[in-house]
Each structure stands twice: as C-alpha cells, then as structure tokens.
C-alpha cells in the first residue's frame, strides 16, 4: 500500500523559514517524478514545485523561484522542500504528490498519490 506523509508545516512570521519533508512507504521515491502542491482557501491547487525522476531535473512556481528549493534524500525516501523568505501569500496546505505517468507534471491530475496535507501559516 503506498502512502505519503507530510510534515514540516507550522506558524512562521513572514521572512521565516521551513522544510517539510514528504516520506514514503510502499514506493521509492527516487523512482517517482514527485511534486509539491498548495491550496488556500477559495483557491485552486498549484503546483509549487517538482522534480523529475529521470534526471532530478526541477520546476519552481515563479512566485517561489530564489525562495524554494525541492530535494531528495534517496536513503530516507524522502522529499523535501526547503522555504526561505515566507510571505503571507504562501500561507496554505501543503502536499506533496507522486506520479510515474509523467516526469514533472505541474497539473494535479498528473499525480497517482498524493499526501494528506500540512498545513503552513505565515503571520506575524
């Protein structure tokens, strides 16, 4: 059975920092184009970033360019994603989501499995 699991999430003041990390059971990550994905309320889901399981090759929400950065800890079977510089407009869940159907899809339809969501607040 595959499941992914969030964590990381949590109140930060705007220009604060935090990692979530997505961990997997029942598939390697490694194998897997994975993708962080957030929706606030009344918005759509969007991708925040993604990186592709044939050459780690990654994409970054313009908004997030500079601030994010995704990564793999293949030992751990784990992605993280790294935030630096948070504004409130990041404020949202977050989810990270798994797919071997494409090698960086940016649609939540792209992915197979997905999370159940951390939240992120940024507020002072």
């Known amino acids: 059975q595959v499941r992914l699991v969030e964590s990381g999430g949590g109140l930060v003041q705007p220009g604060g920092s935090l990692r979530l990390s997505c961990s997997a059971s029942g598939l390697t990550l490694e194998n897997w184009a994975i993708a962080w994905f957030r929706q606030a309320p009344g918005n759509e889901r969007e991708a925040v970033s993604c990186?592709?399981?044939?050459?780690?090759?990654?994409y970054y929400l313009e908004s997030g360019r500079g601030r994010f950065t995704i990564s793999r800890h293949g030992a751990k079977n784990t992605v993280y994603l790294q935030m630096n510089d948070l504004k409130s407009d990041d404020t949202a869940v977050y989810y990270c989501?798994?797919?071997?159907?494409?090698?960086?899809?940016?649609?939540?339809?792209?992915?197979?499995?997905w999370g159940q969501g951390t939240q992120v607040t940024v507020s002072s």
């Open positions: 989501a798994a797919t071997r159907r494409t090698n960086r899809g940016t649609s939540p339809t792209d992915y197979d499995y």
């Open positions: 990186i592709s399981n044939l050459d780690d090759d990654t």
